[in-house]
């Protein structure tokens, strides 16, 4: 019985001294840095804690003795990028508990793959991206307006939001450049909705696109990479 027992009473003793240095380094760090910590999980590379805050990952050691900002951590082994890995677990979304009824809404094909984008009207990477997804079938698009470059993106996005065709009127400006030309003098409250649900998300740059799985993936990524994401969900 007793030799039974030992296993246990050891893998519970381990899991509690992590759990209690993990909870010191959270508390310690709080006080040092003055800022809320999201997570601090050990890394399992030299020693190292994973500390997520303020929607970046870095590490430090339980003395905190020094500090690895803006590093990426690579398994030698394996030779993944640890972080970024990290990055897409703990940034995930549960993708049902957005609110779509904020967003701009297109559905081709049978509409049955989804995707979600937070968009600013005036952003480069975000009209490039505009072009490659009409190039995808059988989807369903929600464009959230995320106006967050200058004063014309947040008049821009009203004209957009107030118009009667709202769709129409996105792909007119992203894609061929016609100029909104609508009032701005509707109901526009989603515009702020939204911009305050991108900050609560840690959303500093556009394009943004959440995938059904949760998965976030920043900035214009090539259309075949979209693609065979999709292909893995439906």
Known sequence: MIKKFFPLAMALAIFTTAQADEADVRKAMEAKLGAKVESVTKSGYLGLYEVYMEGSIFYTDEK????????QLIDAKTMKNTTEERMRKLTAIKFNELPFDRAIKQVRGNGKRVLATFEDPNCGYCKRLAKDLLKLDNVTVYVFLLPILSEDSLKKSRQIW???????SWNDWMIDGKVPSGKEDC???AIDKNREFGRKLNITGTPTMFFADG???PGAVPLDRIEQKLSTLN
Do not use: P
């Open 64 to 71: 905190m003795t020094a500090f690895i900002a803006g590093g």
């Open 162 to 168: 107030c118009s009667s065709d709202r769709a129409k």
């Open 187 to 189: 109901n526009t409250t």
């Open 215 to 217: 998965e976030r993936v």
